[in-house]
């Protein structure tokens, strides 16, 4: 079992910066899968980035690509994600989530085990 615990959003201007933090609980922490998501008003909830255990591997959307990373900290039982350049289209409630299966790395919503609460974030034009 693992909790996770979103912070760092709020109201930006297109074009600024947020880091997205999320805690997670548990000494498994490390064998996990991480991923964020984020579901925007009226839409369905879609796939951000995901990184592996190690760190070694990551995976973006293309509609971030270039603009968020995704990192972890096992250390710290911690995964970030980094958000330049924001856009209004970026507005959305962001979700940070870990999958059990450590042996690949999904982007698939139903692959995710455990799920935060979830951290606005609003990029106004």
């Known amino acids: 079992q693992v909790q996770l615990v979103e912070s760092g959003g709020g109201l930006v201007q297109a074009g600024d910066s947020l880091r997205l933090s999320c805690a997670a609980s548990?000494?498994?922490?490390?064998?996990?899968?991480m991923g964020w998501f984020r579901q925007a008003p009226g839409k369905e909830r879609e796939f951000v980035a995901a990184?592996?255990?190690?760190?070694?591997?990551?995976y973006h959307a293309d509609s971030v690509k270039g603009r968020f990373t995704i990192s972890r900290d096992n250390a710290r039982n911690a995964v970030y994600l980094q958000m330049n350049s924001l856009k209004p289209e970026d507005t959305a409630v962001y979700y940070c989530?870990?999958?059990?299966?450590?042996?690949?790395?999904?982007?698939?919503?139903?692959?995710?085990?455990?799920w935060g609460q979830g951290t606005q974030v609003t990029v106004s034009s």
């Open positions: 989530a870990a999958d059990r299966d450590g042996s690949r790395v999904s982007l698939i919503i139903d692959d995710y085990d455990y």
């Open positions: 548990g000494r498994t922490f490390r064998a996990y899968i």
């Open positions: 990184i592996s255990w190690s760190g070694s591997s990551t």
